[in-house]
């Protein structure tokens, strides 16, 4: 196995599951599929259903984004990135800010930007709720 397919396998296993766990079965047995070297059959009634999944737990993601207060987390990833990302529930990033080291240590500038700019993300999802 290529490193770039484990790669995405660990992606599939791991780092995805956590942001989106209501397709969690699916892409597992899809990456058991990959595995074992059989494709598997997935219709286009389940990409609508998984397609529509995605949507709902972003929107979800966003709304509950919208009821924390921004400042704190702003501060939070000002001092120190993961805790700021952590703050806003977002574990994915704050896995790869410490495997990236801060960031290259450049995660006081890049986590508030980002933590900024999810903000304003969520706050346009959720205007017409």
Known sequence: MASGQKLSLIFLLIIFPIRFPNVLKLHRFSSIGVLMGKELDIDSEMKFH???????????????????K??????????????????????DYVILSLLTFNYFLLGFIIGPVHIFYLYSQAEEKTKDL
């Open 70 to 91: 921004k400042l704190p987390a702003l501060v939070l990833a000002f001092i120190f990135s993961p805790l700021g990302y952590a703050y806003t529930k977002k574990f």
């Open 50 to 68: 998984i397609k529509e999944l995605y949507e709902e737990r972003e929107l979800l993601d966003a709304y509950s984004l919208t009821k924390k």
